[in-house]
């Protein structure tokens, strides 16, 4: 917990962004305990609004994931994979401008990377399997050591999935179940919920959601280049 602790820390100082929280300080108080110091945030995570809401509108979802992505972009630009993330990790703050900002949460499970390091050497080994399995990539549950940016591109499509249907796009009675689901069985269509999205959308989800990291966009960045066509009035924000 500790070693997860100081990861979140060192992680923090090095991402800069609108879309990811920010860190003001750390260090040890006097009997050796660790501590951050982050903006304070006023909203809720997606994670609650979903529970109350249910769906979302299909622009309202672009809007929100299309944030997210700017901000898992940033974290990806600075060496970065985020590996968990979900609902719950997005923190939709109140602005006094306007809709909310979406900003990325919780970094504790997060590991260096580069484009040409398929296995970061300083990964503590115990924390291959870490994350929610729900949101995580094929290869995540096989072998988290192969991830890459494309990891976090699947979560993203699993949490869009959430947000334009209310359901997960795989769901069982059991942890060991879900993980077979996402190894091996195919995405429900969202048209089977909604019958008023955008063709383009759908696609853009199953994409994300393709077992073959290859099919997939290869970056967030070009998944958020995807996501701003649907995003209502993007030019004029």
């Known amino acids: 917990m500790l070693e997860k602790f100081v990861r979140e820390a060192r992680v923090l100082m090095r991402v800069h962004g609108d879309h990811v929280t920010q860190i003001l300080d750390a260090g040890n108080l006097g009997n050796g305990a660790p501590f951050i110091v982050m903006e304070r945030l006023l909203g809720t995570d997606l994670d609650t609004l979903l529970e109350r809401r249910g769906s979302l509108p299909a622009g309202e979802a672009a809007d929100l994931l299309h944030q997210a992505c ?10 970065i994979l985020h590996l968990d993330l979900k609902p719950s990790n997005l923190f939709l703050a109140r602005s006094e401008a306007g809709p909310p900002i979406v900003k990325v949460l919780d970094f504790g499970v997060a590991r260096p990377w580069q484009p040409d390091e398929a296995a970061p050497k300083d990964v503590a080994s115990g924390l291959d399997t870490a994350g929610s399995p729900h949101y995580m990539s094929p290869e995540q549950l096989v072998e988290a050591t192969t991830t890459d940016v494309r990891s976090d591109v699947w979560s993203l499509g699993v949490i869009l999935f959430e947000m334009l249907s209310g359901i997960r796009p795989f ?63 993007r030019e004029a924000r």
């Open 70 to 79: 700017l901000g898992v972009a940033q974290v990806h630009a600075a060496g």
């Open 171 to 233: 769901e069982a009675e059991s942890m060991t179940e879900v993980c077979a689901q996402v190894l091996t069985a195919q995405p429900p269509r969202l048209s089977q919920w909604r019958s008023d999205l955008p063709p383009g959308l759908e696609q853009i989800v199953l994409r994300c959601l393709q077992k073959d990291r290859h099919k997939r966009f290869a970056t967030v960045d070009a998944l958020a280049g995807a996501l701003a066509l649907f995003v209502p009035g």
